[in-house]
């Protein structure tokens, strides 16, 4: 069984920075790509950033030059750091990977974390 566990989030002025992390747990064979998702109230789940595990990179046209997405392979962690945050940023962000395991057949499938809310304040 695999978990994705995200932490980070919380309440911060408009302008300030958080730091998301996730860590992926249980048997894992290989991550291939990570990334973050954000669900605001009453609107649809969107792509915020995803890297590969190569490190390749891509943003949401709403966050580039402010979010970057990194990753520790070694640690099974990928970070989201968040600057110059805007209000329209508040959301529940949820941590998302591509992970192959072995339960007596290799399988790869995409994993989701539980969320973890950002609210930026005006």
């Known amino acids: 069984q695999v978990h994705l566990v995200e932490s980070g989030g919380g309440l911060v002025q408009a302008g300030g920075s958080l730091r998301l992390s996730c860590v992926a747990s249980?048997?894992?064979?290989?991550?291939?790509?990570m990334g973050w998702h954000r669900q605001a109230p009453g609107k649809e789940r969107e792509l915020v950033a995803r890297?590969?595990?190569?490190?390749?990179?891509n943003y949401a046209d709403s966050v580039k030059g402010r979010f970057t997405i990194s990753r520790d392979n070694a640690k099974n962690t990928v970070y989201l750091q968040m600057n110059s945050l805007k209000p329209e940023d508040t959301a529940a962000y949820y941590c998302?990977?591509?992970?192959?395991?072995?339960?007596?057949?290799?399988?790869?499938?995409?994993?989701w974390g539980k969320g973890t809310l950002v609210t930026v304040s005006s």
């Open positions: 249980g048997s894992i064979v290989r991550i291939n790509d």
């Open positions: 998302n990977a591509e992970i192959k395991t072995f339960f007596n057949v290799f399988t790869t499938v995409g994993y």
């Open positions: 890297i590969s595990s190569g490190g390749d990179t």
